[in-house]
């Protein structure tokens, strides 16, 4: 047993426009001085401190975070590990991105060394960032999953992800078959699937660059499997949606070639949806399919802005993604404060509570993994991160001016990153820990000594 004392913020429900506490049935919880009481890597009690050491038999260890904030981790709810080593390079679009980087970068994947030695790299990126949970993208390669699962597992981390469906509009390098994808996905499914915290994703890239019969695969695969999830990309660039239109032309939308085949339900993520119209929306909400918004890849590659707003008022779960590597970071501070601007752009203000509700519960709920993970509720899994609102001089100078949780979550967004994150918890267990990673100024002031993480 352990206790982990701090002030913590976890949510119940989708806070909406409000600050969330108008509601008959608050959307968060928030103790300025709460325990968390950990057993056998789950949440056995969340509440006030006096509340938590009460519940905790004596002599039972703290881990003292006073002075920070207690958060679920947050999950990526849409990165793709093989690009871990393209972040930031310039292309013209889309298209032109996955061509001139990607898809040579992906070749490497061949190789298992190399598969193993970034999967090590993207899980170290994770943890320092506070992501606890991703949905992961592997490459074509079955030995791509089989190297990142065995990372995750010997990590403990609750991932899912998937081999690549790849057959036709890419190298022949990177190209499988309908039948060769049908079988590699299913015996990686058997390995790995509900194996201790992993858990699988049926991976088509997209509709461009699998045919009518790899589809159909998939449908298959879906089928057969019905606790998997799916993951692909939908509606990113207008000549990706276009090119698309021309491929399948029986269909009356992009999103509605996947609807054809059977790869929409829950879980299943869809990375972008910039370009649906409302009866894709009602579609995807109708059958439990989320949307993963990844603003900085959206602004990188220049593929669109997703109207957020829309997509929560016609009912489709929402995660947030960093898109790494078409997104710009693996942080998902950053990728908040980059959705509030593509918010703004659209006429709408992501309000800060709802920004977190979506980095956290909202995403576990849109890979279908809410029942362990996305908030303190008792006996979920203790995945969880320390945020240090003395981050840097900025942020500790304008966290004492703020006034509200609200406002302080919204510095977090706004200015924070990887430096933000103190320490990364994994089933109870400290797994990062911000000043024992790496070298770091402490920021000088009267309350200095008082934000060591211990
Ligand atoms: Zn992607």
Known sequence: MKLIRGEILHFLSDPGDSNGTQRASPAFRHHADGGLLVDAGRIVFCGDWPDALAAAADGTPVDD????????????????????????SPGKDLLDWLDRYTFPAERRFADATVAAETAEFFCDELLRNGTTSALVFGTVHPQSVDAFFAVAQRRELRMVAGKV??????????????????????????????????RYAITP???????????????????????????????????????????YPLARSYLDVYDRFGLLRRPAVY???IHLDAQDRRRMADCGTAAAFSPTSNLFLGSGLLDLRLALEDGV?????????????????????AAYQVSQLNGYALPALRAFWLAT??????????????????GKEADLIVLDPQATPLISRRMARAQTLEERLFVWMTLGDDRAVCATYINGHRRWHRDAGMPRVRPAGPRGASLRCD
């Open 205 to 247: 890239r997209f509709a461009i660059t699998s045919s009518e019969a790899q589809l159909a695969a998939a449908g298959a695969l879906a089928r057969d499997f019905p606790t998997v999830a799916l993951h692909s990309h939908v509606a990113e660039s207008r000549a990706e949606v276009d090119w698309v239109r021309e491929l």
């Open 317 to 337: 779960n929402v995660g947030i993604a960093t898109d790494v590597g078409g997104g710009t970071s693996f942080s998902m501070l950053r990728t908040l404060a």
């Open 65 to 88: 975070h006073r002075g920070k904030l207690l958060l679920p981790g947050f999950i990526d709810t849409h990165v793709h590990y093989p690009q871990s080593d393209v972040i930031a």
């Open 361 to 378: 519960l909202s995403g576990a709920i849109a890979l279908g993994l809410d029942d362990c993970i996305g908030n303190f509720a008792e």
């Open 165 to 198: 469906m790849m057959d036709r509009h890419c190298p022949a390098f990177l190209r499988d078959t309908a039948q060769s994808s049908y079988d590699d996905s299913r015996r990686l499914i058997e390995r790995w699937h509900g194996v201790d915290r992993l």
């Open 271 to 273: 990375a972008h949806c």
